[in-house]
């Protein structure tokens, strides 16, 4: 569902401030997590405030890129690269696809919040991420079916509709999420996650310099916020994790040191009964 009203949302947006709009994931899925009591939110100290004041920017900054857009930052170039039909969004069409996004982001904040528990009970994670793609695969092909009946909308030539499924099928989907796994695995998942607002530098670039979008300065200044935001997040979650393991380590500590202690105790009393 997550995908599907993405990609539907693409429609009445421009491909940068989807990329945009998707640094507002980390946000949503803190205050779903706090919701569902699975994060902790500590206010009084350094990282809680952290968290929550990044949750705060990031949203502000994604209302910022839906309501108001501004002026253009340049004045509007008239070659591009690849010969595509120039789209203009209208305000309507904007505020649609605005809360399209905004469904698409929480559904797949949600599947993020599912994971916890399923993992849990089914630790095999190649085979459960398989099982879910080919699940999401039958839900769109049936959805697909009953939308899209003409057979030449199902077609696909040497063109880039098929430059696009394959980039999505083989890079994004394959290579991709291997690589992000690995990256994970190496380096942990808040140096991966670091990188993430990266994606929406190089679609503005590429999208400003391929396809003639213009750049506004309230959708830059909604992007920078969302950005500093998800800094903050990440920021706040790293510090935490930080202060866990130092506690866990103290009360290591002191077990160990109470375990010492009670050997001493009992010669100290079997001597005593002794004398």
């Not at 340049?74 to 203009?88: D, F, M, P, Q, V």
């Not at 690589?179 to 190089?202: D, M, N, R």
Request: aromatic content about 10%.
């Amino acid at each position: 569902m997550s995908l599907d009203l993405y990609y539907f949302g693409l429609s009445y947006v421009s491909a940068t401030f989807a990329t945009a709009f998707t640094n507002t994931i980390p946000a949503i899925t803190f205050i779903l997590a706090v919701c569902f009591r699975m994060e902790s939110l500590s206010i009084k100290q350094r990282h809680g405030m952290a968290k929550v004041l990044g949750s705060a920017i990031g949203l502000s900054g994604a209302l910022l890129c839906s309501f108001v857009r501004g002026p253009p930052m340049y004045a509007e170039n008239k070659t591009k690269i690849l010969n595509l039909s120039e789209k203009h969004y209208s305000k309507a069409d904007w505020l649609k696809g605005s809360l399209v996004m905004l469904a698409a982001n929480i559904t797949w904040s949600l599947w993020l919040i599912m994971q916890g528990p399923l993992i849990k009970q089914y630790p095999a994670k190649l085979r459960l991420t398989a099982l879910q793609c080919f699940c999401s695969c039958a839900s769109s092909a049936i959805w697909a079916v009953v939308k899209e009946r003409s057979p030449e909308s199902w077609k696909l030539g040497w063109n880039v509709n098929l430059l696009s499924v394959l980039y999505c099928g083989v890079i994004v989907t394959g290579f991709t999420y291997w690589l992000q796994v690995w990256v994970v695995e190496k380096k942990g998942p808040v140096f991966t996650a670091v990188f993430s607002p990266l994606a929406l530098i190089l679609t503005a670039i590429l999208s400003a310099i391929l396809f003639k979008e213009t750049l506004h300065w309230g959708s830059v200044c909604g992007a920078i916020m969302l950005v500093i935001g998800l800094y903050a997040i990440l920021w706040g979650k790293n510090n935490e994790r930080k202060a866990e393991t130092s506690e866990n380590k103290v009360e290591n500590e002191e077990k160990i040191e109470r375990s010492e202690e009670k050997p001493e105790n009992n010669e100290e009393r079997t001597l005593e009964g002794i004398m």
